[in-house]
């Protein structure tokens, strides 16, 4: 496996592997990999000649008060993990270089930066889609691969790169999930042991939406409510918002027809942990 830092190494390197007819996958990550980071990669190679893989904990999408410093980076478990998984090369670009001394260009995301977690987490969406758009130019990748558990991220990445040409596909894979429901995340290691427990909630939450729908419930302030019983029973947990929305707009349905998004994001101590289900009526 390569392991490249410097951006114009990459560049050149992806450039090649397109030249000599190779087909590019690429899964941009933050590190701290977990199972849905290998499941992306896992689809990646079987859906192409190579692939791709980036660390970077990009500055610009933290708030000022947000997690940037305390982020886990276990660099080179990351590495080995992708060692393990014969990724082609392996893109670790310094902040400098990403965001050099004059940097001054970002990409403005329209309404659905700023709903759901784009409401307390302002500028994340900016910053998510500049970097993004840059590694995009950087890869110049056929396919990108992104977890269906940040789906308003997703959602806004599949628009950037249709309004902006990126000739990219973009593949959306299922939330991988711990045995007991759990989403996967990075975050995730965060939490205490007491927490982890409290965090089942979430996917309990979800499932809850799931079997109501099942049933017939159409009411998605019904559904709402519900949900938010079933979490607010537990002590050390508190909602920022669940919110059941259209998956292609993100506007909030008030009547389930035909297929929603329930989207949560729940604080479980000082960890803010985010989920979401697809559901089909
Ligand atoms: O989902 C993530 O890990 C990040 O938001 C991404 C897409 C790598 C951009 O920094």
Redesign the pocket.
């Known amino acids: 496996m390569k392991i490249i830092s410097d951006l114009r190494k990459m560049q050149k390197f992806c450039l090649l592997q397109k030249r000599a007819g190779c087909s590019l996958g690429f899964v941009?990550?933050?590190g701290a990999l977990h199972e849905g980071h290998l499941s992306l990669i896992r689809c990646s190679e079987k859906e192409n000649d190579i692939t791709c893989v980036?660390i970077?904990?990009?500055p610009a999408?933290f708030g000022p008060q947000e997690d940037f410093t305390r982020y886990p980076r276990p660099l080179r478990r990351d590495a080995a993990l992708c060692k393990k998984e014969n990724v082609d090369v392996l893109f670790r670009p310094s902040a400098r270089q990403m965001y050099g001394a004059g940097f001054h260009s970002f990409i403005e995301v329209g309404e659905m930066g700023g709903v759901l977690c784009g409401r307390s987490r302002k500028g994340h969406f900016r910053?998510?889609a500049t970097?993004?758009a840059k590694?995009f130019n950087i890869v110049q990748p056929d396919r990108a691969y992104?977890?269906r558990k940040?789906f308003q991220?997703a959602v806004i990445?599949k628009r950037l790169a249709e309004d902006l040409n990126f000739s990219v596909a973009i593949r959306v894979l299922p939330t991988v999930r711990e045995k007991q429901g759990l989403a996967m995340s990075?975050r995730n290691a965060y939490l205490s042991r007491a927490e982890r427990s409290d965090a089942l909630v979430l996917s309990r939450a979800l499932a809850l939406a799931r079997k109501m729908a099942g049933a017939g419930e159409r009411e998605a302030r019904e559904i709402i409510r519900q949900m938010t019983q079933l979490i607010m029973a537990r002590k050390r947990v508190g909602i920022e918002y669940i919110e059941i929305v259209d998956p292609e707009t993100l506007a909030p349905v008030a009547r389930i027809t035909g297929k929603a998004a329930v989207m949560l994001a729940v604080r479980v101590g000082k960890t803010r942990l985010i989920d979401n289900i697809l559901i089909n009526t």
């Open positions: 941009p990550t933050m980036s970077f904990v990009n999408q910053g998510v970097v993004v590694l992104f977890g940040d991220q990445i990075s």
